[in-house]
């Protein structure tokens, strides 16, 4: 029997993408029986993709939550219209679940209940991590960009009782505008887009002139076109005291993700996990170099 040496939990967070309905639903279906602790779940993209409601949503929650998973609700991170405020208030208003706070509207609506900082947040410092604390946050996601260096500082500045959260997997959201980046691509106004996000399962790729990858589109998201990859330093991030690794959904090798941390927390071989297919692999931010770059571990 193998024993158990987790120094860490493994989040799945929220899904980025517009995927039909039956292909999220059998996506979560695989979650619940993977060895993923924390589920992160909510549409943070855009108010009018319609494949799941927010009554979709919680009715999810609450079968992975009897699945023996722990739900967190998560909230938009751009705020645009009176109708998405008034969602954002009904989300923080629940008390079923925990909400991940996108932006700071959400902890003002929150009023002291606890929460989850998202990782656009940007909580650079201690003092703002205090300062998150102080409203209500029991654990923090660390800035997408941040470098390990300043990670560790941060880490030692933290209040105590207040976990750590790393994305180690999966595209990274880098901005975010008004504006619909793919409508645009299509020549299509915002309002009118046609849904084209949902043909685009990984976001829609950007290329230089000279054709490398650079960029990804997805509706107001620009993401890395590279998938993040830092699940080789799992142990370094554990030795740390980060609390919690994040996995970020994408078509293909997230459950392959997902594995590799289980196996690596029970002391195991690491196994592979492949990024969808055309889809090359960076870690450079970790390293304190280009987001994009790719280095070894040990660099």
């Known amino acids: 029997m193998e024993m158990k040496t987790s120094a860490y939990q493994i989040s799945v967070g929220p899904l980025q993408y517009y995927w039909p309905r039956q292909h999220t639903l059998d996506f979560y279906a695989a979650l619940a029986d993977s060895a993923a602790d924390i589920i992160y779940l909510g549409e943070t993209v855009c108010s009018r993709r319609h494949e799941l409601r927010a009554d979709d949503w919680l009715e999810l929650a609450r079968d992975l939550r009897d699945a023996g998973k722990a739900v967190v609700l998560s909230g938009r991170t751009l705020i645009e219209t009176g109708a998405e405020a008034s969602a954002l208030k009904k989300l923080c208003g629940q ?36 300062w998150l604390a102080e409203r209500g946050a029991t654990r923090f996601v660390a800035p997408l960009e ?21 994305m180690v997997w999966g595209r990274m959201a880098l901005a975010f505008s008004a504006r619909c980046f793919t409508a645009r691509h299509f020549r299509l106004k915002k309002d009118d887009c046609g849904f084209r996000c949902i043909e685009h399962p990984d976001g829609l790729d950007m290329r230089t002139q000279e054709s490398s990858e650079f960029l990804a589109i997805n509706g107001i998201q620009v993401q890395s076109a590279a998938c993040l990859d830092l699940l080789s330093q799992a142990p370094a991030l554990a030795a740390m005291g980060v609390e919690v690794l994040r996995v970020s959904p994408q078509s293909a090798g997230t459950l392959e993700a997902i594995a590799a941390l289980d196996a690596m927390r029970r002391g195991l071989a690491p196994r592979d996990a492949h990024p969808p297919a055309g889809m090359v692999r960076c870690n450079g931010y970790f390293h304190g170099k280009p987001g994009i770059d790719l280095l070894e571990a040990a660099a």
Not at 148 to 165: F, K, Q, S, W
């Open 95 to 130: 008390d079923d679940f925990m909400v991940e706070a996108g932006e700071l509207g959400a902890v003002r609506h929150l009023n002291g209940r606890a929460f989850v900082a998202g990782p656009h947040i940007n909580a650079y410092h201690g003092g703002t991590l205090e």
């Open 146 to 166: 941040m470098d390990g260096r300043t990670l560790a500082v941060l880490m030692a500045e933290r209040p105590a009782r207040l976990e750590a959260e790393v």
